[in-house]
């Protein structure tokens, strides 16, 4: 596995990317290497050698993938290899299945991809069952695939291609609990059972489990070089939780310090220093590099029956478990996700914001992917003055709550 940068990184707000006219991708800053065939020419220019009708559409594909895979669709940064890997499967396999299930007699180019070949394979998926969520996930692909050949709007509402709105229209806030325990997972029983089968991917869970990390994030943590006292972490002295922190290098770069302030957290540092086999070691196996050990984790996952199909639940819902349980030491109610009551707004925005910030989200918003919407506010309001302003409502500010539609 390449080694982790060490500098110390500060969270950066992403922007939203402006398409360059020039160009079907976006600003060459951006750009990943290229072929040295291609040095100092744009997609465009790039994209003008393979001539539609004469280029096989496989090639020009590929060409698409080569060119724009490892980007963002709306944020100028770039995405994970698991995003790549299965925006490129699924872009290949859709247009061999335009001929192999949707009964058109040849694959397109996909510069003339048309509304009729994306409703066909919507009918498609609908026959194969696919549930809303992975059909979400495919328009997605398909709304990058128009980006990068600037077709903006190119893939409309779900409505226009006969699906339900309320069904699959990505929403910003979790629509059902997602954790281990709602499952009936008993979570100290499996994670042992993991320990005893493979002890870099217990260590793995046991760090989820304390911190509420991704997966990734669990992997590439070095347990000795990771572990720092609160002088070095930066943090203003009024937020000293512990004398030592943990640093976490999450999406985008960004940095997140957790304390190490509790006796399970600190047994879990424990347990990853005893698994690490040198001082200067992550939690994946060293004999793997990244990819392979993100490929162990599923396995053993699979293997200890955690995906949708076996027990309801996958590896990520241990994060989701944390970070409900956060919510709820801190407000004392249950989240909305797990049927929880009405939260005081000053109560319920506090404590989002600090799963917010231990999930590694810039956003406060991010945490309804975990915890749910914002329930209705408690009915008994504080008295305001004649003339005075109301009270704020969480929505004034920045609290989460649906996407608008």
């Given at each position: 596995m390449p080694a982790l940068d060490h500098r110390e990184t500060q969270p950066s707000t992403s922007r939203r990317r402006r398409q360059e006219p020039s160009s079907p991708g976006r600003s060459t800053r951006y750009q990943p290497t290229r072929r040295q065939s291609w040095a100092g020419k744009s997609p465009k220019e790039i994209l003008a050698r393979y001539t539609p009708g004469k280029a096989s559409p496989e090639k020009v594909l590929e060409v698409l993938i080569e060119l724009f895979n490892t980007l963002h669709t709306s944020l100028e940064k770039t995405v994970s290899h698991k995003t790549r890997h299965e925006r490129a499967h699924f872009l290949r396999r859709f247009f061999r299945d335009l001929r192999l299930k949707a009964g058109f007699k040849t694959m397109p180019d996909p510069r003339n991809l048309g509304q009729k070949h994306i409703r066909a394979m919507v009918q498609v998926w609908k026959q194969d069952h696919l549930t809303p969520a992975t059909i979400q996930t495919y328009l997605s692909f398909l709304r990058g695939l128009g980006m990068w050949m600037g077709k903006h709007g190119f893939v409309r509402s779900p409505a226009y291609y006969g699906l339900i709105v309320d069904e699959y229209q990505r929403h910003e806030y979790a629509q059902r609990d997602k954790s281990w325990s709602a499952q009936g997972i008993d979570i100290d029983a499996l994670i042992n059972d993991v320990c005893a089968f493979d002890g870099h991917v217990g260590a793995c869970l046991r760090l989820i489990r304390a911190f509420g990390l991704r997966r990734k994030e669990a992997i590439q943590f070095r347990p000795f070089e990771h572990v720092l006292p609160f002088a070095e972490t930066g943090l203003p002295p009024d937020d000293k939780a512990a004398d030592r922190y943990v640093r976490i290098k999450g999406k985008g770069g960004r940095v997140r310090w957790l304390p190490l302030e509790s006796p399970a957290r600190v047994a879990a540092v424990a347990f990853a220093q005893d698994q690490a086999s040198s001082r200067d070691a992550h939690m994946g196996?060293?004999?793997?590099?990244?990819?392979?050990?993100?490929?162990?984790?599923?396995?053993?996952?699979?293997?200890?029956?955690?995906?949708?199909?076996?027990?309801?639940?996958?590896?990520?819902?241990?994060?989701?478990?944390?970070?409900?349980?956060?919510?709820?030491?801190?407000?004392?109610?249950?989240?909305?996700?797990?049927?929880?009551?009405?939260?005081?707004?000053?109560?319920?925005?506090?404590?989002?914001?600090?799963?917010?910030?231990?999930a590694g989200h810039a956003r406060i918003r991010a945490s309804g992917a975990y915890l749910g919407a914002v329930l209705p506010k408690l009915r008994e309001q504080p008295a305001t003055r004649r003339g005075a302003p109301p009270p704020r409502s969480p929505g004034d500010d920045e609290a989460p709550g649906p996407v608008p539609t």
């Open positions: 196996d060293p004999t793997r590099d990244l990819k392979r050990n993100l490929r162990r984790f599923d396995y053993v996952m699979e293997k200890f029956g955690i995906t949708l199909r076996g027990r309801g639940a996958t590896g990520h819902g241990l994060r989701h478990e944390v970070l409900m349980e956060t919510y709820t030491g801190l407000t004392g109610a249950l989240p909305p996700v797990r049927g929880g009551g009405p939260v005081a707004p000053e109560g319920d925005i506090a404590a989002r914001r600090t799963v917010s910030a231990l």
